[in-house]
């Protein structure tokens, strides 16, 4: 959105806030779940044409998942926030060429999987019923795939997972939020309700979904890469989940942005993978 319609926004959703708090925060939490721009298009259909693709059925929706057969370790590679499975093609052709068992999936609301809504206690639960059935030994996970990844692990037993590789994820939901409620200049009133939305449907206020929380219990060997001027999450989200998360491996890198494709950072990956 631009920042006018930014500005209307907010201000509409303030104005029904003193109506009804409720559907403003409904309102508001719909707009912050709500990918923009996840599809797949014509250049992502062909190149993932060529995997094999099942759909699992998750609380009502499809997710759809990718296939492309190795001797090696299964790796899953788990997207971010208005992204989906094609993002990975240059990290896929890379393991391809290593012979690892390779899988992907569009998670809810992006590339060809179903729901209108996403987030990441809801992508978690997706990842447990996909890496329930496929066991990886391998997650890697970019932003908001990572923290899903990381909130699965906590929540779920899924002993196949040997390695976990976060790539740029943020630390704190909470944080997220904030970010997201300063940038609508949302009233207090539409921040109380938003609390008692995620406490309603989740079980949970935003400041649960921690690092104190999500990474202080996980064992297995890690590796978290992320870049010093990132723009979207913080370097210092990354700095608080090192902290937390004690069996891990912290890169820092310069000129990869948020986004992370970058021969270096690839060949981190390869190298943890091998170690």
């Not at 014509?42 to 060529?50: F, T, W």
């Not at 539409?190 to 406490?199: C, G, S």
């Amino acid at each position: 959105m631009n920042d006018n319609l930014t500005k209307f926004v907010g201000a509409s959703i303030n104005f029904i806030s003193y109506i009804s708090p409720a559907y403003a925060a409904k309102l508001a939490v719909r707009l912050f779940s709500t990918p923009r721009d996840a599809k797949l298009d014509e250049e992502a259909i062909s190149y993932l044409k060529d995997a094999n693709q099942e759909d699992i059925t998750y609380n009502g929706f499809k997710i759809k998942t990718y296939h492309w057969k190795g001797s090696k370790e299964t790796i899953l590679l788990v997207h971010g926030w208005d992204s989906n499975s094609f993002r990975w093609k240059d990290l896929i052709e890379l393991l391809k060429q290593k012979d690892y068992n390779v899988m992907s999936i569009d998670g809810p609301a992006h590339g060809a999987s179903g729901n209108k809504i996403f987030n990441a206690p809801l992508y978690s639960e997706c990842l447990k019923v996909v890496i329930s059935k496929f066991k990886p030994n391998i997650i890697i996970g970019h932003s908001v795939g990572g923290t899903a990844c990381a909130i699965a692990l906590e929540n779920h037993e899924l002993p196949s997972v040997e390695k976990i590789v976060l790539l740029g994820a943020p630390s704190n939901l909470a944080i997220s939020v904030g970010n997201y409620v300063n940038m609508m200049k949302y009233n207090s009133r539409v921040v109380k309700a938003i609390d008692a939305y995620y406490l309603k449907h989740f079980n949970h206020l935003p400041e649960h979904y921690c690092v104190e929380n999500f990474y202080s219990n996980i064992q297995i060997k890690g590796l978290i890469i992320h870049d010093k001027k990132d723009k979207i999450i913080s370097y210092k989200e990354a700095l608080d989940i090192h902290r937390a998360y004690k069996n891990s491996t912290l890169i820092k890198t310069i000129g990869s942005g948020h986004r992370l494709k970058s021969n270096k950072v690839y060949q981190h990956i390869l190298d943890f993978l091998n170690a």
